[in-house]
């Protein structure tokens, strides 16, 4: 099995096991992170995707493939360092998108107002933030 298969595989697996995942993809200088456990994910690089329940009433495998490899061949091409692949299930759908790591809460609160997101992601306290004008300007 090839290592991308391997890392679907778990992205798959998590994300229907956990609610949700988050794969940071590494540089030269930078090592990968998976679900870190401290700082703020940080969504809207990148178009969304949603996934639906198939007729058997399960997320499917393929499909999900297809749309995290859409994503993991942007990210290639995309002139930023702490980006990845985010995924979460919310209202019985799974969601995904291109995210941004971040170890400063100010920064990512800034980053997501500019780009017009409702919330954040707090690695530490495995909960979202959400935006808001008073969490700006505290």
């Known amino acids: 099995m090839t290592e991308r298969a391997l890392e679907i595989r778990q992205a798959y697996g998590a994300t229907i096991a956990d609610k ?3 794969h940071i993809m590494g540089t030269q200088s930078l090592p990968s992170k998976i679900n870190p456990s401290v700082g703020y994910v940080i969504g809207g690089l990148w ?6 329940r198939n007729t058997r009433g399960e997320f499917d495998f393929v499909e999900f493939s297809e749309a995290w490899g859409r994503y993991a061949s942007f990210i290639k091409n995309y002139p930023m360092n702490n980006i990845g692949i985010g995924t979460w299930i919310h209202l ?3 969601y ?5 790591y971040s ?3 100010e920064y990512a609160m800034q ?3 500019a780009r017009e997101e409702i919330a954040i ?3 530490e306290n495995q909960k979202e933030i959400p935006v808001t004008t008073e969490t700006i300007e505290a």
């Open 47 to 52: 178009k969304e995707t949603i996934m639906e």
């Open 20 to 22: 949700g995942y988050t």
């Open 121 to 123: 992601w707090d690695c």
């Open 103 to 105: 170890g400063s809460l």
């Open 111 to 113: 980053s997501a107002k």
């Open 96 to 100: 995904f998108d291109i995210v941004e």
């Open 92 to 94: 019985d759908k799974i």
